[in-house]
Protein backbone atom coordinates (compact mmCIF):
# COMPACT_ATOMS: atom_id res chain seq x y z
CA UNK A 1 0.00 0.00 0.00
CA UNK A 2 1.55 3.66 -1.11
CA UNK A 3 2.07 5.99 2.31
CA UNK A 4 0.14 9.23 2.47
CA UNK A 5 3.04 11.11 1.40
CA UNK A 6 3.19 8.76 -1.41
CA UNK A 7 -0.04 9.19 -2.35
CA UNK A 8 0.17 13.15 -2.55
CA UNK A 9 2.66 12.66 -4.35
CA UNK A 10 1.03 10.57 -6.75
CA UNK A 11 -1.76 12.93 -6.99
CA UNK A 12 0.16 15.94 -7.55
CA UNK A 13 2.11 14.40 -9.99
CA UNK A 14 -1.29 13.23 -11.98
CA UNK A 15 -2.70 17.10 -11.26
CA UNK A 16 0.08 18.65 -12.57
CA UNK A 17 -0.09 16.68 -16.22
CA UNK A 18 -4.01 17.12 -16.40
CA UNK A 19 -3.53 20.92 -15.62
CA UNK A 20 -0.15 22.56 -17.46
CA UNK A 21 1.23 25.62 -14.97
CA UNK A 22 -0.22 27.95 -17.17
CA UNK A 23 -3.20 30.57 -16.96
CA UNK A 24 -6.28 30.59 -19.36
CA UNK A 25 -6.90 34.28 -20.61
CA UNK A 26 -10.81 36.06 -20.00
CA UNK A 27 -12.07 39.18 -21.20
CA UNK A 28 -13.13 41.67 -18.23
CA UNK A 29 -16.63 40.52 -18.99
CA UNK A 30 -15.94 36.67 -18.86
CA UNK A 31 -14.61 37.83 -15.89
CA UNK A 32 -17.26 39.96 -14.59
CA UNK A 33 -19.86 36.76 -14.88
CA UNK A 34 -17.22 34.04 -13.50
CA UNK A 35 -17.08 36.62 -10.30
CA UNK A 36 -21.28 36.73 -9.90
CA UNK A 37 -21.02 32.87 -10.09
CA UNK A 38 -18.58 32.53 -7.50
CA UNK A 39 -15.29 32.52 -8.94
CA UNK A 40 -12.28 34.82 -6.71
CA UNK A 41 -10.72 37.41 -8.26
CA UNK A 42 -7.27 38.29 -6.83
CA UNK A 43 -5.05 41.25 -7.46
CA UNK A 44 -1.24 40.43 -7.40
CA UNK A 45 -0.18 43.78 -7.83
CA UNK A 46 2.01 45.96 -4.85
CA UNK A 47 0.25 47.15 -1.84
CA UNK A 48 0.60 50.69 -2.69
CA UNK A 49 -0.99 50.30 -6.22
CA UNK A 50 -3.74 48.31 -4.60
CA UNK A 51 -4.97 50.80 -2.04
CA UNK A 52 -5.18 53.64 -4.64
CA UNK A 53 -7.05 51.67 -6.63
CA UNK A 54 -9.05 48.39 -7.18
CA UNK A 55 -11.84 46.16 -8.43
CA UNK A 56 -14.38 45.31 -5.38
CA UNK A 57 -14.56 42.75 -3.75
CA UNK A 58 -11.21 41.79 -5.34
CA UNK A 59 -8.57 39.72 -3.04
CA UNK A 60 -5.10 41.07 -2.39
CA UNK A 61 -1.97 38.88 -2.52
CA UNK A 62 0.78 40.91 -4.33
CA UNK A 63 3.21 39.00 -6.22
CA UNK A 64 6.25 39.99 -3.91
CA UNK A 65 4.34 37.27 -1.31
CA UNK A 66 3.89 34.54 -3.77
CA UNK A 67 7.29 35.16 -5.26
CA UNK A 68 8.80 34.51 -1.11
CA UNK A 69 6.19 31.74 -0.39
CA UNK A 70 4.07 33.89 2.31
CA UNK A 71 0.86 32.55 1.10
CA UNK A 72 -0.95 29.54 1.93
CA UNK A 73 -2.83 29.55 -1.47
CA UNK A 74 -6.60 28.92 -2.07
CA UNK A 75 -9.26 26.83 -0.41
CA UNK A 76 -10.29 23.59 -2.76
CA UNK A 77 -13.23 24.33 -5.02
CA UNK A 78 -12.44 28.07 -5.48
CA UNK A 79 -12.01 29.10 -9.01
CA UNK A 80 -9.63 31.74 -9.34
CA UNK A 81 -9.27 35.21 -11.36
CA UNK A 82 -6.00 36.98 -11.52
CA UNK A 83 -5.23 40.09 -12.34
CA UNK A 84 -2.36 42.81 -12.53
CA UNK A 85 -2.76 46.11 -14.02
CA UNK A 86 -2.04 45.36 -17.79
CA UNK A 87 -1.61 41.56 -17.58
CA UNK A 88 1.98 41.45 -17.87
CA UNK A 89 2.87 40.21 -14.43
CA UNK A 90 -0.01 37.93 -14.19
CA UNK A 91 1.93 36.05 -18.00
CA UNK A 92 4.69 36.58 -16.20
CA UNK A 93 4.18 34.89 -12.96
CA UNK A 94 1.56 32.74 -14.45
CA UNK A 95 3.77 29.10 -13.23
CA UNK A 96 3.64 30.58 -9.50
CA UNK A 97 0.34 31.43 -9.73
CA UNK A 98 -1.03 28.08 -11.23
CA UNK A 99 0.93 26.79 -8.35
CA UNK A 100 -1.50 28.05 -5.92
CA UNK A 101 -4.31 26.37 -6.80
CA UNK A 102 -5.57 22.89 -8.14
CA UNK A 103 -8.96 24.15 -9.60
CA UNK A 104 -9.23 26.55 -12.93
CA UNK A 105 -7.41 29.88 -12.73
CA UNK A 106 -7.57 32.58 -15.21
CA UNK A 107 -6.26 35.97 -15.76
CA UNK A 108 -8.46 38.88 -16.87
CA UNK A 109 -6.78 40.09 -19.83
CA UNK A 110 -5.18 43.57 -19.87
CA UNK A 111 -5.40 43.92 -16.32
CA UNK A 112 -7.41 46.14 -14.47
CA UNK A 113 -7.15 49.02 -17.68
CA UNK A 114 -8.78 46.67 -19.75
CA UNK A 115 -11.41 46.14 -16.59
CA UNK A 116 -11.76 49.94 -17.03
CA UNK A 117 -11.67 50.46 -20.63
CA UNK A 118 -15.32 48.16 -20.51
CA UNK A 119 -16.57 50.15 -18.39
CA UNK A 120 -17.10 47.78 -15.45
CA UNK A 121 -16.58 49.73 -11.85
CA UNK A 122 -13.37 50.22 -10.32
CA UNK A 123 -12.97 52.26 -6.82
CA UNK A 124 -10.19 54.68 -6.41
CA UNK A 125 -8.82 56.24 -3.25
CA UNK A 126 -7.46 59.80 -4.34
CA UNK A 127 -6.34 60.21 -0.33
CA UNK A 128 -3.59 57.44 -1.01
CA UNK A 129 -0.24 58.71 -2.93
CA UNK A 130 0.60 57.44 -6.57
CA UNK A 131 2.33 54.05 -6.75
CA UNK A 132 5.24 53.95 -6.40
CA UNK A 133 6.53 53.19 -9.86
CA UNK A 134 4.14 56.04 -11.16
CA UNK A 135 6.28 58.36 -8.56
CA UNK A 136 9.46 57.01 -10.08
CA UNK A 137 8.18 57.90 -13.66
CA UNK A 138 7.41 61.28 -12.97
CA UNK A 139 9.90 62.32 -10.96
CA UNK A 140 12.75 60.48 -13.37
CA UNK A 141 11.18 61.88 -16.59
CA UNK A 142 10.75 65.68 -14.77
CA UNK A 143 14.94 65.52 -13.77
CA UNK A 144 15.63 64.13 -17.22
CA UNK A 145 13.91 67.15 -18.57
CA UNK A 146 15.43 69.16 -15.99
CA UNK A 147 18.92 68.19 -17.21
CA UNK A 148 18.30 68.95 -20.72
CA UNK A 149 16.74 72.24 -20.32
CA UNK A 150 19.99 73.62 -18.00
CA UNK A 151 22.04 71.68 -20.79
CA UNK A 152 20.31 74.15 -23.12
CA UNK A 153 20.44 77.51 -21.08
CA UNK A 154 23.10 77.37 -18.56
CA UNK A 155 25.74 74.40 -19.35
CA UNK A 156 26.34 71.55 -21.60
CA UNK A 157 27.62 69.39 -18.59
CA UNK A 158 23.76 69.57 -17.50
CA UNK A 159 23.25 67.12 -20.08
CA UNK A 160 25.48 64.48 -18.05
CA UNK A 161 22.53 64.76 -15.38
CA UNK A 162 20.09 63.80 -17.68
CA UNK A 163 22.12 60.81 -18.66
CA UNK A 164 22.91 59.68 -15.36
CA UNK A 165 19.14 59.63 -14.43
CA UNK A 166 18.77 57.31 -17.73
CA UNK A 167 21.72 54.93 -16.73
CA UNK A 168 19.86 54.74 -13.14
CA UNK A 169 16.52 53.47 -14.77
CA UNK A 170 18.57 50.76 -16.91
CA UNK A 171 20.39 49.73 -13.96
CA UNK A 172 16.92 49.39 -12.58
CA UNK A 173 15.62 47.39 -15.29
CA UNK A 174 18.49 45.05 -15.50
CA UNK A 175 18.89 44.07 -11.93
CA UNK A 176 15.53 44.92 -10.14
CA UNK A 177 16.79 47.22 -7.83
CA UNK A 178 15.33 51.01 -7.94
CA UNK A 179 17.27 53.30 -5.54
CA UNK A 180 14.96 56.32 -6.54
CA UNK A 181 12.16 53.54 -5.49
CA UNK A 182 13.39 53.62 -1.92
CA UNK A 183 14.19 56.88 -1.20
CA UNK A 184 10.77 57.53 -2.82
CA UNK A 185 9.24 55.35 -0.15
CA UNK A 186 10.69 57.19 2.69
CA UNK A 187 8.95 60.43 1.90
CA UNK A 188 6.59 61.75 4.37
CA UNK A 189 3.44 61.20 1.96
CA UNK A 190 4.10 57.59 1.19
CA UNK A 191 4.85 56.80 4.80
CA UNK A 192 2.00 58.49 6.01
CA UNK A 193 -0.43 55.17 5.40
CA UNK A 194 2.39 52.85 5.41
CA UNK A 195 1.12 51.01 8.88
CA UNK A 196 -2.47 50.57 6.81
CA UNK A 197 -0.70 50.03 3.88
CA UNK A 198 1.38 47.19 5.76
CA UNK A 199 -1.76 45.62 7.07
CA UNK A 200 -3.66 45.15 3.54
Known amino acids: LLSRFELKTKNKAKHAEE ?20 AVLVDIREADEHMREKIP ?4 L ?28 TTANAERLRG ?24 VDRN ?16 VVLGAILGFTLSPWFHLFSAFIGAGLMQ ?16 PWNRRNAPATAAA
Open 128 to 143: EPLPIQRQVQITAGGL
Open 62 to 89: PVSAVETGETDGFHPGETVIFHCRTGMR
Open 172 to 187: AGISGWCGMALLLKVM
Open 19 to 38: HPMRLKSVSPEEARLMIDGG
Open 57 to 60: GARH
Open 100 to 123: LTECEAYLVEGGIDEWKKAGLPVA
